[in-house]
């Protein structure tokens, strides 16, 4: 097993839509993990394009309960990759998603709604 670190700051709340019971934020995620195949020697990190990251192995997360995300591509795509010289790779992306949130208005306007924001991973 590969042991992921991760890490998750919310940019923005764009918009909370009672009619759709959903809400819309843009994210930053950050995932760090050890391939012990991309060592090198060096002292210095290198940081790749963000289109290499189709040749590297990246955890399979996703945000659960999302009805619709898409990745930030102007003027390229928002992805960072970093590689360590002991294999440790950064990786950063920037994701604006749609994700359900059921509301219980019927105490509104006094009503308080907690909405969640979940990642997971695929398990084979």
Not at 18 to 32: G, K, S, V
């Amino acid at each position: 097993p590969v042991s992921i670190g991760m890490s998750m700051d919310i940019a923005s709340i764009d918009t909370i839509s009672e009619i759709n019971m959903d809400y819309t934020a843009t994210i930053f995620l950050r995932q760090r993990w050890t391939d012990e195949r991309l060592c090198f020697d060096g002292n210095k990190s290198l940081s790749l394009d963000g289109r290499l990251v189709e040749m590297l192995w990246v955890p399979d997360t996703f945000i659960v309960d999302s009805k619709r995300s898409f990745l930030h591509d102007v003027t390229v795509e928002n992805r960072l990759i970093r590689i360590y010289p002991n294999g440790t790779v950064l990786y950063a992306i920037r994701i604006t998603t749609t994700v359900s949130c059921s509301m219980d208005l019927t105490k509104y306007p006094m009503d308080k709604q907690t909405c969640t924001l979940q990642l997971e991973s695929c398990k084979a």
